[in-house]
């Protein structure tokens, strides 16, 4: 095994690291491995390939699909998962201002047929966003509402829509729940030493 390392052979993934190590530092990661594969304190993984061929050790990386392709699933990304008969859809996890739907790891029920929303609901104390929850509905919410001097106690958003069960993403970002003042209204008459309008307030979900 350590005349493997010895004629050690970097393979394609590597080439661009090699201006990285000199020789010293090649010679002591070889005598590393060597110790460390003799005495099974290391395995191969999904991301390491091991080739062995007469005189040689050829070591690769296994490309990472969420880093050299940007593949990943992105946040809120909805998928069937349908168990059977019954017709089910998950979201990758994506966040409101840093926070988790409480039922984002569960499976949601759908029909399969017609126009059905996936949607987002947001709980407020008219300051800031106090949970999170999501529902498949089958119709679309209504456009987020303005009230007068304080943010609606809930705001909507909706993730995906699915149409007879083929998904449509609509949300592909972690989002940003935020106050936005709406408009303000004049006063008819305002108290001395108070302002002279009112303002209204919604949610922007960006």
């Known amino acids: 095994m350590k005349q493997w390392l010895e004629q050690l052979v970097l393979a394609d993934d590597f080439r661009s690291l090699r201006k990285y190590?000199?020789?010293?530092?090649?010679?002591?990661?070889?005598?590393?491995?060597?110790?460390?594969?003799?005495?099974?304190?290391?395995?191969?993984?999904?991301?390491?390939?091991?080739?062995?061929?007469?005189?040689?050790?050829?070591?690769?990386?296994?490309?990472?699909?969420?880093?050299?392709?940007g593949s990943g699933p992105h946040p809120w990304k909805a998928t069937r998962a349908d168990n059977g008969a019954t017709k089910?859809?998950?979201?990758?996890?994506?966040?409101?201002?840093?926070?988790?739907?409480?039922?984002?790891?569960?499976?949601?029920?759908i029909t399969g047929t017609g126009t059905e929303y996936i949607q987002l609901t947001g709980d407020t104390n008219g300051h800031s966003t106090t949970s999170l929850s999501l529902s498949i509905e089958t119709t679309a919410p209504e456009p987020n509402a303005a009230a007068e001097g304080v943010a609606p106690s809930e705001w909507r958003d909706v993730i995906a829509v699915l149409v007879d069960g083929a998904i449509f993403q609509v949300r592909e970002t972690n989002l940003i729940a935020s106050v936005a003042?709406?408009?303000?209204?004049?006063k008819v008459s305002p108290t001395p030493g108070t302002l002279t309008y009112t303002p209204w307030y919604s949610w922007s979900i960006a």
């Open 21 to 69: 190590f000199t020789r010293a530092r090649i010679n002591a990661l070889i005598h590393v491995l060597w110790f460390l594969l003799r005495s099974n304190h290391v395995t191969v993984g999904p991301g390491l390939r091991l080739k062995r061929s007469p005189g040689h050790l050829h070591i690769s990386l296994r490309k990472s699909p969420l880093i050299s392709g």
């Open 88 to 109: 089910k859809v998950t979201l990758h996890p994506g966040t409101v201002n840093g926070f988790l739907p409480s039922n984002i790891l569960e499976a949601l029920t």
């Open 181 to 186: 003042e709406a408009g303000i209204v004049d």
